[in-house]
């Protein structure tokens, strides 16, 4: 039989949205091995004409550099009266692009997963063939903005019940939502912890006994990573430290720089974070929705460094309700709760580590290419 094709629109504005594509592809494949081709298409670079075609780039300078500009937007954008303009907008600039992907790859069903590359695409399908369904999978974790209920979609996936909710709010249709979970990496769910914690972290050059602390900001390297590093490495904890500096090469160069005097592991772009995550008791990171899941799936507690205003308030809401982590929006705070927990209320500690286990779904990705699957194929 011919293999289905799919085309899945994101972007690359911070790591969350490629990874989410990421995990789809590989969840596919491993669930109906050869029955699907999938083709990742950037929407903004690909199908946006000049100067929108470079709005990936301006995520982390915006987001870095001017946050209140970034909130400014996000909520000016994500009021009831200007999310069908902001739709408007964005359907101007994308829709002609992505018809144009469209009709070059002629697609059997078409995905996305991001909320800026969610109503064009969709309309343009709808156009081209009005039979081949478009599914939006939200990746924010609850207070997802307007515009991933703003196309005409046959069918919604969130990630937890507060999307949920906020889809209805948007007054989406209640029987095209569905609640299943985050798509992240299958390594979460699949690989089988045949190691033992101390070969992990011989495997990845850490010592062996030591509390582990990761500390990662996106796949930009967003937040405030260096001063909570350096405040660590002054705060005499018995702790070592890993880094996960992203894309940011810049950081990762002043990092290494630093005088050490608690063992530190410095890592760019990894490709393992399960490994990374696995390897470490506790993660802290700012709100970003993949890394949250990623986290709990690795059944980890969390501090929250940051969160992007509007975009990631939820993302806190989410942890802090589900008992997972806590917020601590500055060094001298991190520390200061690090200190605690590592000096007696420990059981603080485990008790997040069983919140996270409980609330995980490690699977989700492959839960989800189940319920897209059912829309084209019969069989499955
Ligand atoms: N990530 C990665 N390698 C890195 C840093 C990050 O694969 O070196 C991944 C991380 O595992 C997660 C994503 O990038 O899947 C970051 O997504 P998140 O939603 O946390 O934040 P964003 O970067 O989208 O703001």
């Known amino acids: ?107 059997d069903l078409v995905i996305s997963v991001h909320p800026l590359i969610n109503r064009a695409p969709c309309n343009a399908l709808k156009n081209i063939n009005p039979d081949v369904p478009f599914v939006t999978v939200v990746t924010d974790l609850f207070d997802a903005h307007g515009l991933w209920f703003s196309a005409a979609a046959d069918l919604v996936i969130v990630p937890t019940q507060g999307a949920y909710e906020r889809g209805l709010r948007w007054k989406f249709p209640r029987e ?6 985050q798509p992240i990496s299958l390594k979460f769910a699949l690989q089988a912890p045949a190691e033992t914690m101390h070969e992990l972290r011989a495997r990845l050059k850490l010592r062996r006994d030591d509390f582990t ?30 880094i996960i500096t992203g894309r940011n090469e810049k950081l990762k160069r002043q990092l290494e720089e630093l005088s050490w005097q608690i063992p530190v592991s410095i890592q760019g772009f990894v490709t393992n974070m399960p490994d990374w995550m696995r390897a470490s008791d506790l993660v802290i990171t700012k709100a970003g929705p993949g890394t949250i899941m990623e986290t709990l799936a690795a059944g980890k507690p969390m501090i929250l460094s940051s969160y992007l205003r509007g975009q990631e308030e939820g993302n806190v809401h989410f942890v802090q309700e589900m008992g997972i982590g806590v917020l601590r929006p500055n060094a001298q705070k991190i520390v200061r709760q690090l200190r605690a927990w590592l000096d007696g209320a420990h059981g603080q500690l485990l008790e997040m580590q069983a919140n996270a286990k409980r609330s995980a779904r490690p699977n989700a990705a492959i839960e989800i290419a189940q319920e897209i699957a059912r829309l084209v194929d019969n069989s499955v």
């Not at 999938?38 to 690909?46: A, P, R």
């Not at 937040?223 to 490495?233: F, K, T, V």
Request: positive net charge.
């Open 213 to 242: 602390v990761l500390l990662v900001g996106g796949g930009e390297g967003m937040g405030p990573l260096r001063s909570i590093a350096r405040a660590l490495n002054h705060s005499h904890l018995l702790i070592q430290l890993v």
């Open 1 to 107: 039989m011919a293999r289905r094709r799919i085309l899945i629109f994101f972007s690359d504005t911070g790591g969350g949205h490629r990874a989410a594509a990421n995990a789809l592809c590989d969840a596919f494949e491993h669930t109906f091995p050869n029955r699907f081709e999938i083709k990742l298409v950037d929407g903004f670079t690909e199908c946006a004409p000049f100067p929108f075609n470079h709005i990936p780039d301006t995520y982390f300078p915006l987001t870095t550099y001017a946050p209140w500009l970034w909130g400014a937007l996000f909520y000016t954008s994500n009021a009831r009266a200007s999310v069908p303009v902001s739709a408007t907008f964005d359907d101007f600039i994308l829709r002609s692009g992505c018809a144009r992907v469209l009709r070059k790859y002629n697609p």
């Open 176 to 181: 095209k939502l569905r609640v299943i979970g």
